[in-house]
């Protein structure tokens, strides 16, 4: 049973090797590639929850522009290693969303917990992506006038005011109010809210 | 060539000459043959005009058959029939065959085979006419001429763009493509630069900057370019997806019509993109041109792939050859920390892996020699990092020869020119003849010197007034030739001119300390001596010496 998988990039094979025979040895499945750019080709979106461990200071690719380019193809959470250890850069990849800044040479106990923290980002991640595109094909199932009153409901109106709002009767803004909730599967106003912000239908 | 009698063509009309025109032959297969072959065919009486001529040729000249009889080829044909009716009056005259060619005439390319027909006793009966329509075969061999000029082209721009220098390079290959252009007769063409964020739109031969568009809002484009397609769009409008709405602004707004665009990647990486464009009218791309400026384009990524490699190679030998001059003991430490590490990254996951697999129950022995053997591994090329480094830094043993310290001086000033120049310093040299011959390894002294020189410009760096100058000067003293390197910076510090020479002390925050240690072995192998002292009213003063050579050594 895998822990998940790791990609490691470096350029250097014997880190790729020894790195790989580490990971292994923890349950990880273990891909390495020698640049982020045989990484980007070879990349495809992985079932397992997975992270990136980077060699920062590639040449002909900075760490951090790879870093935006992967979000481009795969929001995976990213460890770096560094060789030098250049603090500005690991604040800068910090920012953006690396879970760890680590330097060359990393010792286990420093390194093993780092994969852990990004692979359990990775996977809250993906349950959040799940939920989010779950609640995208519920929203859809709505009619347009029922997203108009999920939007204006979750804006803080009254039945009352949604009525006057769309020129219906109360009553008629409590049927639509009510198919919303069955639709959504909400249980509360409050969980309407919170469902609605999700899938960016505010305002509608 | 004569015609003989005996030989008759497979086309050649029944020779009959009372047979009067337009009667049916008495070979009605002949005729069959005559009227369907596929080239043109026509027989001129011996006053030189038509008496038969089948459909072929008078679809070439556009003329019916039945227009053709009883007129020359002139009147039927103006412009090639004047060149017609005098190869049948040559035919006429000489009784020889004759070949032109004709054309162009209304783009088409003739060939005419013009022969006698001889009846018994070698009368000349009339003459007859085989006209070949050699069009497709001009067009194909135009077309090859026109691949071979293409190619001519993309060899002649990828020997030029492999001379100039890298900083040339793009307007080089901005102007190869508009090069292309002109060839194909497109009317625009440019390199688009791709950045991470925007990409870089620049009008061909000029350096501006024509516009710049968020990578975001042309992401269709993009993203065709980074999968490596080629976009051949004679209607931008209607050929590019509803998603590409921005890509439609952008072509709107240039006024773009048809576009063609090739994707430019260096070392596995979209660096740019080739793009063609009209404005006037809308073209349709042929896969013959698409094609061509492909294997441009692929060119063009060799040239900047190779120039890139170059760059990157020569940069480093370069820095390398840098380091090793200024002696920066410093900087080429980091260099080998950097080295270093890879091996012990890979020793220490390595030996920590062998650690777990001793502890994990079902793992086997091999698995832990194997981890075992690359720590042996990488420990030896750590070792292998270092060894390279020692020798770097000039720990071999100085190779002694007669060396010129004067014209030495001179060199090594001029090299850490344009460092000191960096620094806001200027050196001057001053020697005093005759200064005695010496002996050394020249490659070790220009290091110390660089080294005094750079540490000199250094400590004029911060908060000492101009003129910031390094003064070196070198005379003989007894029988030795000295060399001091005077600064007018803050001088050294009470105290740490005892201990200016062990390794590890440095008043810098960079660096660690093995430069004045390193200059000092070198000089003490050397059989010489450096010191320092503070100067008048300010500054410090580094002096080394170097004994008078054996003359007979």
């Given at each position: 049973?895998?822990?998940?998988?790791?990609?490691?990039?470096?350029?250097d094979?014997?880190?790729?090797?020894?790195?790989?025979r580490?990971?292994?040895?923890?349950?990880y499945?273990?891909?390495?590639?020698?640049?982020?750019s045989?990484?980007?080709r070879?990349?495809?979106?992985?079932e397992?929850?997975?992270?990136?461990?980077?060699?920062?200071?590639f040449?002909?690719?900075?760490?951090?522009?790879?870093?935006?380019?992967?979000?481009?193809?795969?929001?995976?959470?990213?460890?770096?290693?560094?060789?030098?250890?250049?603090i500005?850069?690991?604040?800068?990849?910090?920012?953006k969303?690396?879970?760890?800044?680590?330097s060359?040479?990393?010792?286990?106990?420093?390194?093993?917990?780092?994969?852990e923290?990004?692979?359990?980002?990775d996977l809250?991640d993906?349950?959040?992506?799940?939920?989010?595109?779950?609640l995208?094909?519920?929203?859809?199932?709505?009619?347009?006038?029922?997203?108009?009153?999920a939007?204006?409901?979750?804006?803080?109106?009254?039945?009352?005011?949604?009525?006057l709002?769309?020129?219906?009767?109360?009553?008629?803004?409590?049927?639509?109010r009510?198919?919303?909730?069955?639709?959504?599967?909400?249980?509360?106003?409050?969980?309407?809210?919170r469902?609605v912000?999700?899938?960016g239908?505010r305002?509608? | 060539?004569?015609?003989?009698?005996?030989?008759?063509?497979?086309?050649?009309?029944?020779?009959?000459?009372?047979?009067?025109?337009?009667?049916?032959?008495?070979?009605?297969?002949?005729?069959?043959?005559?009227?369907r072959?596929?080239?043109?065919?026509?027989r001129?009486n011996?006053?030189?005009?038509?008496?038969?001529?089948?459909?072929?040729?008078?679809?070439?000249?556009?003329?019916?058959?039945?227009?053709?009889?009883?007129?020359?080829a002139?009147?039927?044909?103006?412009?090639?029939?004047?060149?017609?009716?005098r190869?049948?009056?040559d035919?006429?005259?000489?009784?020889?065959?004759?070949?032109?060619?004709?054309?162009?005439d209304?783009?088409?390319?003739?060939?005419?085979?013009?022969?006698?027909?001889?009846?018994?006793?070698?009368?000349l009966?009339?003459?007859g006419a085989?006209v070949?329509?050699?069009?497709?075969i001009v067009?194909?061999?135009?077309?090859?001429?026109?691949?071979?000029?293409?190619?001519?082209?993309?060899?002649?721009?990828?020997?030029?763009l492999?001379r100039?220098?890298?900083?040339?390079?793009e307007?080089?290959?901005?102007?190869?493509?508009?090069?292309?252009?002109?060839?194909?007769?497109?009317?625009?063409?440019?390199?688009?630069?791709?950045?991470?964020?925007?990409?870089?739109?620049?009008?061909?031969?000029?350096?501006?900057?024509?516009?710049?568009?968020?990578?975001?809002?042309?992401?269709?484009f993009?993203?065709?370019?980074?999968?490596?397609r080629?976009?051949?769009?004679?209607?931008?409008r209607?050929?590019?997806?509803?998603?590409?709405?921005?890509?439609?602004?952008?072509?709107?707004a240039?006024?773009?019509?048809?576009?063609?665009?090739f994707?430019?990647?260096?070392?596995?990486?979209?660096?740019?993109?080739?793009?063609?464009?009209?404005?006037?009218?809308?073209r349709q791309?042929?896969a013959?041109i698409?094609?061509?400026l492909?294997?441009?384009?692929q060119?063009?990524?060799?040239?900047?792939?190779?120039?890139?490699a170059?760059?990157?190679s020569?940069?480093?030998?370069?820095?390398?050859?840098?380091?090793?001059?200024?002696?920066t003991?410093?900087?080429?430490?980091?260099?080998i920390?950097?080295?270093?590490?890879?091996?012990l990254?890979?020793?220490?996951?390595n030996?920590?892996?062998?650690?777990?697999?001793l502890?994990?129950p079902?793992?086997?022995v091999d698995?832990?020699?194997?981890a075992?053997?690359?720590?042996?591994?990488?420990?030896?090329?750590?070792?292998?990092?270092v060894a390279?480094?020692?020798?770097?830094?000039?720990?071999?043993?100085?190779?002694l020869?007669?060396?010129d310290?004067?014209?030495?001086?001179?060199?090594?000033?001029?090299l850490?020119?344009?460092?000191?120049?960096?620094?806001?310093?200027?050196?001057?040299?001053?020697?005093?003849?005759?200064?005695?011959?010496v002996?050394?390894?020249a490659?070790?002294?220009?290091?110390?010197?660089?080294?005094l020189?750079?540490?000199?410009?250094?400590?004029?760096?911060e908060?000492?007034?101009?003129?910031?100058?390094?003064?070196?000067?070198?005379?003989?003293?007894?029988?030795?030739?000295?060399?001091?390197?005077?600064?007018?910076?803050?001088?050294?510090p009470?105290?740490?001119?005892?201990?200016?020479?062990?390794?590890f002390?440095?008043?810098?925050?960079?660096?660690?300390?093995l430069?004045?240690?390193l200059?000092?072995?070198?000089?003490?192998?050397h059989?010489?001596?450096?010191?320092?002292?503070?100067?008048?009213?300010?500054?410090?003063?580094?002096?080394?010496?170097?004994?008078r050579?054996?003359?007979?050594?």
């Amino acid at each position: 049973m895998s822990n998940g998988t790791v990609y490691v990039i470096d350029d250097d094979r014997s880190v790729c090797s020894a790195l790989r025979r580490l990971l292994a040895s923890h349950g990880y499945s273990v891909e390495t590639f020698l640049s982020p750019s045989d990484f980007l080709r070879a990349y495809r979106s992985p079932e397992t929850a997975a992270c990136v461990v980077l060699d920062v200071g590639f040449p002909g690719m900075d760490g951090l522009e790879f870093q935006e380019q992967l979000a481009s193809v795969a929001a995976l959470p990213i460890v770096f290693l560094s060789g030098t250890s250049d603090i500005a850069k690991g604040v800068r990849a910090m920012k953006k969303g690396a879970v760890d800044f680590l330097s060359k040479p990393v010792a286990e106990d420093v390194l093993l917990p780092a994969i852990e923290q990004a692979i359990a980002k990775d996977l809250a991640d993906r349950s959040r992506r799940e939920w989010q595109q779950d609640l995208r094909v519920r929203w859809e199932q709505l009619t347009p006038r029922e997203k108009e009153v999920a939007g204006l409901v979750v804006s803080g109106m009254l039945n009352k005011q949604v009525g006057l709002r769309l020129h219906v009767s109360e009553k008629t803004v409590k049927v639509h109010r009510a198919r919303v909730m069955e639709k959504m599967q909400a249980d509360s106003v409050a969980d309407l809210v919170r469902m609605v912000d999700a899938v960016g239908g505010r305002g509608v | 060539m004569t015609v003989r009698p005996a030989v008759s063509y497979p086309d050649t009309p029944p020779l009959d000459p009372d047979r009067p025109e337009g009667a049916s032959s008495s070979r009605p297969e002949l005729d069959e043959i005559y009227e369907r072959a596929p080239f043109g065919l026509a027989r001129f009486n011996t006053a030189g005009r038509y008496e038969k001529v089948n459909s072929f040729l008078a679809s070439l000249h556009r003329v019916p058959v039945e227009a053709h009889i009883g007129k020359t080829a002139a009147e039927v044909v103006p412009g090639i029939g004047e060149r017609i009716d005098r190869a049948i009056a040559d035919v006429i005259r000489t009784g020889e065959r004759r070949a032109i060619s004709l054309g162009p005439d209304h783009e088409r390319y003739l060939a005419a085979e013009i022969y006698p027909i001889l009846g018994d006793g070698l009368t000349l009966l009339g003459v007859g006419a085989i006209v070949r329509d050699l069009t497709p075969i001009v067009r194909a061999e135009r077309v090859l001429r026109d691949h071979a000029a293409f190619e001519r082209l993309i060899g002649r721009i990828s020997a030029r763009l492999a001379r100039i220098p890298a900083h040339e390079i793009e307007s080089g290959i901005e102007e190869a493509v508009g090069e292309a252009a002109r060839f194909l007769r497109i009317e625009h063409g440019a390199l688009l630069r791709i950045g991470p964020r925007d990409l870089e739109w620049r009008g061909i031969g000029e350096s501006r900057v024509f516009r710049t568009i968020r990578r975001t809002r042309i992401a269709w484009f993009v993203e065709a370019m980074r999968e490596g397609r080629v976009l051949a769009l004679s209607d931008v409008r209607v050929e590019m997806p509803d998603s590409a709405e921005g890509e439609r602004e952008v072509a709107a707004a240039a006024g773009v019509k048809s576009l063609l665009a090739f994707p430019l990647s260096v070392g596995g990486n979209l660096s740019g993109a080739i793009v063609y464009w009209t404005t006037e009218n809308d073209r349709q791309w042929d896969a013959e041109i698409v094609e061509r400026l492909l294997l441009l384009s692929q060119v063009l990524a060799n040239v900047l792939d190779r120039r890139r490699a170059e760059d990157e190679s020569s940069r480093q030998r370069e820095e390398l050859f840098h380091l090793w001059r200024l002696g920066t003991v410093n900087q080429l430490t980091a260099t080998i920390a950097h080295d270093v590490r890879a091996p012990l990254t890979a020793i220490v996951a390595n030996a920590a892996a062998a650690a777990r697999f001793l502890d994990l129950p079902g793992s086997s022995v091999d698995e832990v020699r194997e981890a075992l053997i690359e720590i042996q591994r990488d420990g030896q090329r750590a070792g292998d990092v270092v060894a390279r480094a020692r020798e770097l830094l000039g720990r071999r043993e100085p190779c002694l020869v007669p060396i010129d310290l004067p014209q030495l001086l001179e060199d090594t000033v001029e090299l850490a020119h344009s460092t000191a120049t960096a620094l806001g310093a200027v050196v001057i040299l001053r020697i005093d003849r005759p200064v005695p011959p010496v002996e050394g390894d020249a490659a070790q002294i220009q290091q110390v010197v660089l080294n005094l020189i750079a540490n000199a410009a250094e400590s004029m760096a911060e908060a000492t007034p101009p003129p910031r100058e390094v003064l070196v000067r070198c005379r003989g003293e007894g029988d030795q030739a000295v060399v001091a390197v005077e600064d007018r910076g803050e001088g050294l510090p009470e105290g740490a001119l005892e201990r200016l020479f062990e390794p590890f002390l440095t008043t810098k925050e960079h660096g660690l300390g093995l430069g004045l240690p390193l200059c000092k072995a070198i000089i003490e192998r050397h059989g010489g001596k450096i010191t320092a002292e503070n100067a008048r009213p300010r500054g410090a003063i580094f002096r080394f010496s170097l004994p008078r050579a054996e003359e007979d050594s």
